[in-house]
């Protein structure tokens, strides 16, 4: 439908799961996207696939610098900035008791600063009336077994968003939130799950969510193209929980 015809997004964490499912859907719908990611190896794969409207960059989302690059990049490259989405995200499973400093760390530098500095570096680009996702979690709200440290990191942005939807309003950027439930990606396996328990883990899972199932990547993919485009134009400052219904479990 050509919904972001002529429109430059940028998206953290845009080389697999559901940030490359947000990738696929924006170049289908006629956006030119960057993809931002840490492994070079996983980034040209995506931008291979992703086609000719597609380019990436590598670096640490932790390290303004490599947001820096970014900015520099989209101004050379398009002259500025329709929608930023900040969707990298890392979760460590672990009772607090058993978190480390390197631990804590790691996942606040991942899902918090990156977005902090990131959105900081590239909002000289955005054009007035563009548009600004974060990726969230429903454990920002619900508690989930292991998930402090990750909860706090999710739950920080989303109080970024709400301040930024007040600080960009004069130049009409509409800032909202995407809180995710389980989905099916990579990162269930990055999560230590093996694969022999994977038909265990996702059927235990399921029965948790109202709807009876994980989450696809695509379909989360649709409600960041709700939230990006112009058919959600008065909507700014929300958190939208897209879980199957497990947040009311």
Do not use: C
């Not at 989209?74 to 460590?92: E, K, M, Q």
């Not at 709400?162 to 809180?179: D, H, Q, T």
Request: negative net charge; without cysteine; hydrophobic residues 45%.
């Amino acid at each position: 439908m050509n919904r972001l015809a002529n429109k430059v997004a940028v998206i953290t964490g845009g080389n697999s799961g559901i940030g490359f499912a947000m990738a696929k859907l924006f170049v289908t719908e006629g956006a030119h996207v960057l993809i931002v990611g840490r492994r070079q190896a996983a980034v040209n794969a995506a931008v291979a696939e992703l086609g000719d409207q597609a380019l990436g960059l590598t670096g640490d989302l932790a390290d303004p610098a490599t947001h820096d690059r970014v900015t520099s990049l989209v101004a050379d490259r398009f002259g500025g900035l329709d929608i930023y989405v900040a969707n990298a995200g890392v979760n460590t499973i672990a009772r607090s008791g058993l978190v480390t400093p390197d631990e804590y760390d790691a996942q606040f530098a991942t899902n918090t600063r990156s977005v902090f500095f990131g959105v900081q570096k590239i909002a000289s680009q955005l054009r007035d009336g563009g548009a600004i996702l974060l990726t969230s979690s429903i454990a920002s709200s619900k508690v989930f077994d292991g998930h402090a440290v990750y909860a706090g990191s999710k739950a920080a942005i989303e109080a970024f968003a709400r301040s930024w939807a007040l600080e960009f309003k004069e130049r009409s950027i509409r800032v909202n939130v995407i809180s995710p439930g389980p989905v099916d990606t990579p990162i269930l396996s990055k999560m230590g799950i093996a694969a022999s328990d994977r038909p265990a883990f996702e059927n235990a899972v399921a029965e948790k969510i109202p709807l009876g199932r994980l989450g696809r990547a695509e379909e989360l993919a649709h409600t960041a193209l709700f939230l990006v485009s112009d058919e959600s134009s008065f909507v700014t400052g929300i958190s939208l929980n897209v879980d199957g219904g497990m947040s009311l479990a």
